[in-house]
T-cell receptor, first 119, second 115 residues
Framework: AQKVTQAQTEISVVEKEDVTLDCVYE???????LFWYKQPPSGELVFLIR??????QNEISGRYSWNFQKSTSSFNFTITASQVVDSAVYFC????????????????FGQGTILTVHP | SAVISQKPSRDICQRGTSLTIQCQVD?????MFWYRQQPGQSLTLIAT?????????ESGFVIDKFPISRPNLTFSTLTVSNMSPEDSSIYLC????????????FGQGTRLTVV
């Protein structure tokens, strides 16, 4: 069975601080995808990143960066120089990557981390 | 990529009634899914909407409560039947592409309040 754990329920920072959101996962699949989504108060899910389990390169996109460590089953997300607009719930998710697999396309979500950035 | 239109975006319903949520995709997709997000909670998969056959439900969800239709490769509906306040949630439609590079796309969600 797949499991995603986001141990941080809520994080509060002041604008311009760096913040890291933790994500630890469990899966028996040999190939899988990891995702991060942002959910602002309006409720829609905003896709941030997808990482294939074969690709352990870290990624940077503007103020966002992701650290994937297969050895520790972690996929952490860092926001540099946080802004008030970053305030949202952030979800880490996992899915099987093998086309035709029984769980292909289905996402298992973590519990989410509520990030509040104060001005 | 895929663009998903979900209707309605929100609704307030009386207990005991039913609501049908529509999900329209701008391209043909193999897999469509329905998720529920209860207030303050994470997303939980309700079922996989199968084109031309009955939906596949996850543990804890049943067809009588959440009937799903999928008449073609671009459209699906989820009905929340005989609603109670506990059904107040955000319901989201999701699709996955099978072109060898999965990315899960989500509709904007339907915020349902049952009074």
């Amino acid at each position: 069975a797949q499991k995603v754990t986001q141990a941080q329920t809520e994080i509060s920072v002041v604008e311009k601080e760096d913040v890291t959101l933790d994500c630890v996962y469990e899966t028996r699949d040999t190939t899988y995808y990891l995702f991060w989504y942002k959910q602002p108060p309006s409720g829609e899910l905003v896709f941030l990143i997808r990482r294939n389990s074969f690709d352990e390169q870290n990624e940077i996109s503007g103020r966002y960066s992701w650290n994937f460590q297969k050895s520790t089953s972690s996929f952490n997300f860092t926001i540099t120089a946080s802004q008030v607009v970053d305030s949202a719930v952030y979800f880490c998710a996992l899915s099987e990557a093998r086309a035709g697999g029984t769980s292909y396309g289905k996402l298992t979500f973590g519990q989410g981390t509520i990030l509040t950035v104060h001005p | 990529s895929a663009v998903i239109s979900q209707k309605p975006s929100r609704d307030i319903c009386q207990r005991g009634t039913s609501l049908t949520i529509q999900c329209q995709v701008d391209s043909q997709v193999t897999m469509m899914f329905w998720y529920r997000q209860q207030p303050g909670q994470s997303l939980t998969l309700i079922a996989t909407a199968n084109q031309g056959s009955e939906a596949t439900y996850e543990s804890g969800f049943v067809i009588d409560k959440f009937p799903i239709s999928r008449p073609n490769l671009t459209f699906s509906t989820l009905t929340v039947s005989n609603m109670s306040p506990e059904d107040s949630s955000i319901y989201l439609c999701s699709v996955a592409m099978t072109d060898g590079d999965t990315e899960a796309f989500f509709g904007q969600g339907t915020r349902l309040t049952v009074v």
